[in-house]
């Protein structure tokens, strides 16, 4: 009888050991996910701060040398925006469909004088009209895009690189505007560099 409590009671204290062993390497293993979480937010941080520092200096190289300095070759081929298109999958969209509030959302493609993407910096104004066919045409929608918000609107996505723009919209009462199908939907970017507008107009599905 001796013997069996003492079989007992060793396979009870080992069952708590396991048991405390197991929390132990539970928490040691929750502690080290945290290190590795925090330790990855803390890379992508500086590594944004050293890309920011590596532009901030470019920039400043830039402003400080006369552009005579720079080889006539190397000036000629520096890409600059030449035209602005408002792409295809631009459109509209209603969160719940129940009223005349909607979101107009844009895709705006800045090109080079080769036809290539090229990034902008500048602002961005949208217009939204539209058309009766008895009447002048009624504003729907109006925004105004910043450099900062127009360089945090670039996306690189399945669809392709482009700007992402959202328009609050709101159609207007009456029979009349609720049978319009279409918006039209114009576009000018101010370069920051030059001060030239570009602008670009589309017509837009409603529905």
Do not use: W
């Not at 590596?54 to 552009?67: D, G, K, N, V, Y």
């Amino acid at each position: 009888m001796a013997r069996r409590h003492a079989v007992i009671i060793t396979g009870f204290v080992l069952n708590l050991v396991f048991v405390s062993g197991c929390g132990r390497g539970e928490r040691i293993a929750h502690a080290n996910d945290e290190l590795r979480a925090e330790n990855a937010r803390l890379k992508n941080e500086n590594d944004q701060l050293a890309r920011r520092g590596q532009e901030l200096e470019s920039e400043l190289a830039r402003t400080s040398s006369p552009p005579s300095t720079l080889p006539e070759q190397i000036r000629a081929n520096i890409p600059h925006v030449a035209e602005i298109k408002i792409g295809g999958l631009s459109h509209v969209s209603s969160g719940d469909g129940s009223g005349p509030s909607q979101t107009l959302t844009l895709y705006l493609h800045p090109a080079d004088g080769l036809g290539r993407f090229v990034q902008i910096v500048g602002s961005v104004s949208v217009n939204a009209v539209i058309v009766p066919p008895d009447s002048d045409p009624i504003a729907i929608g109006r925004a105004t895009f910043g450099p900062s918000q127009v360089r945090d609107a670039y996306r690189s996505t399945i669809t392709g690189v482009h700007y992402s723009f959202d328009v609050p919209i709101q159609m207007p009462e009456g029979s009349q505007a609720r049978k319009l199908d279409h918006a039209i939907v114009r576009v000018t970017l101010t370069d920051g560099l030059t001060g030239k507008d570009f602008s670009a107009e589309r017509s837009i599905n409603l529905q």
